[in-house]
């Protein structure tokens, strides 16, 4: 099993920054391919981002490729998702999710473990 505890959601102004955390917990961190997707009020889950464990090659959507970042800290279990230049359209709840193994997929139900999603409201 797999704990997953996401922080850092909250209000910011279009163009501002935040920088959501994630932390892991309860088996080992190295083996698990982590995501990011995220939820808006009506709409499907979508994926944002995804690190695999080994090698640590960085996946994005195309909509955040040049904004998002998502870094990964084995030795504190922990991913990132440093947001930058922030749109209205970037409102959600975005949560964490895992997945054992070196592959990543943008499909929510290939993931095994979710945290349970911060709010990240972005105002115009």
């Known amino acids: 099993q797999v704990q997953l505890v996401e922080s850092g959601g909250g209000l910011v102004q279009a163009g501002g920054s935040l920088r959501l955390s994630c932390a892991a917990s309860g088996r080992t961190f190295s083996g698990l391919t982590m995501g990011w997707f995220r939820q808006a009020p009506g709409k499907e889950r979508q994926f944002v981002a995804a690190v695999v464990w080994r090698g640590g090659s960085v996946y994005y959507t195309d909509s955040v490729e040049d904004r998002f970042t998502m870094s990964r800290d084995n030795s504190e279990n922990t991913v990132y998702l440093q947001m930058n230049s922030l749109k209205p359209e970037d409102t959600a709840v975005y949560y964490c999710?895992?997945?054992?193994?070196?592959?990543?997929?943008?499909?929510?139900?290939?993931?095994?473990?979710w945290g349970q999603g911060t709010q990240v409201t972005v105002s115009s």
């Open positions: 999710a895992a997945r054992s193994g070196s592959l990543y997929y943008s499909i929510p139900n290939k993931y095994d473990y």
